[in-house]
């Protein structure tokens, strides 16, 4: 550790001279197209019912598979980025993208569509830890909050303006064009890429521990998979086999990833990174945001499609200014950070999240467009606060040489509290429309039982999501600021001169 720490401050110094700008801006095309993927195909989902002569079901396979995949490969990231270069990694995880992109755009049924999807998959998967190291060791911890705002831009607008896209495409094109419109823009970043990405990572090549590999595959795979078909409408829910069954393997293997990590002494994934007080509070309070994320990304596009009726198009117009206002304010919330550290943002922004869970508790089948468009809103600058300032905030108590590990620690638990959040508040709010059905009021309207249960059902869970946004103000009280082991070890040389 104190080797990491004391190369630390000369790299830097090394790395002066290179051009930042057009590594950033390669990432940022590369990460957009990629993690746009992720939501643009779920609207076409009717279509490709009706195209490939395959249940809802089956089709659910194609969101499945890609969550699946991300979540198993991003823990094996971390000893991949170190044994590739920065431009190896980068460029061959968009190639394989590319790849992917252009199976699904030629697909002739559903198994080679599913095929492309979990190359795709394996493009993105390798891109989001690479993404945050690369601007881990490039830029100083000054500098790291602008640059890491700029990749919330893209983490949070691509996902955001996907359904939108989607739906502006499909009113005059079918849903290959979902694929061939991606295609030159994935080509274009490899050769962006091949131009400008400088290898800015070390290439230690450690050890490859294959029960390692094997372990973190079924344990985090088994949970994704278990969580992810919770949800399943035409499944029974957690008492389904595959759930359970997966759950309790995936734990299994899990605890056991965990144990063989802390006794190796070359670990895949290195959990001491967690010793870092400031790294465990910011992962523990990215899950709690995430959840309440995830209760309001899954529950207001069904409230809206089933409760108010509207098309899948008209929802993704309703979510749009949100996530846009989101994606813009990610560079803001950086700067900030870096002047000001994270609890000026931290704090306000999970108190703005729990009153505006406390309003998404208060909708109903009367309430406006535009009174959903500002609460999405408030919402969203609410997780702008907090997202990208706590997460810089805790890689940056990391010392150099486990930049790779808390990159892909964090990326990994963000998808496993995704699949999770999505489980949990839909289950909240099944069984709260079902107790609604079973038990309604006296007075109320036969035939709006339907729709005033789904209500019903869908404030249970905001009420939960509101509970995790309490939590999170509670552990933003504890956020502060966090000095880089490199920064301690140059101000050190600076007050002594005589050793360095």
Known sequence: MNTADNAAGPQFKELENVKRLPILITLIIGAFFSILNETLLNIAFVDLV?????????IQWLSTSYMLVVGILIPVSALLVQWFTTRQMFIGA??????GTLVCAIAPGFPVLLVGR?????????????????ILVLYPPEKRGAAMGSMGLVIMFAPAIGPTLS?????????????YLVLPFAILSVLIATVYLKNVSDVTKPKVDVLSIILSTVGFGGIVYGFSNVGDPEGAGWSEPKVYWTLIVGGIALILFIWRQLVSKQ?????RAFLSPMFSLSTVLLIIVMMSLFSTLMLLPIFLQQGLLMTAFAAGIILLPGGILNGFLSPVTGKLFDKFGPRVLAIPGALILVGVMY???TIDLETTKGTLILYHCIMMVAISMIMMPVQTNGLNQLPRAYYPHGTAILNTLQQVSGAIGVAFFISIMT???????TNPPVDVNLEQLPTLALNAGIHNAFKIGMVFAVVAVVLSLFIKKTKAPEAEV?????????KG
């Open 267 to 271: 670990p895949m994934l290195n959990l």
């Open 490 to 498: 140059q101000q050190k040389a600076a007050l002594n001169p005589s």
């Open 50 to 58: 009706k195209d490939l002569e395959v249940p809802y079901t089956t």
């Open 167 to 179: 739906g502006l495409i499909l009113e005059s094109l079918n849903w290959r064009w979902l694929f």
């Open 359 to 361: 309003l998404f508790t």
């Open 94 to 99: 968009m190639v394989l993208f590319s790849i």
């Open 118 to 134: 979990i190359i795709q998959a394996f493009g993105t998967g390798l891109m989001l830890p690479v993404m945050m190291n690369t």
């Open 431 to 437: 069984n709260g429309t079902k107790d609604y059905i």
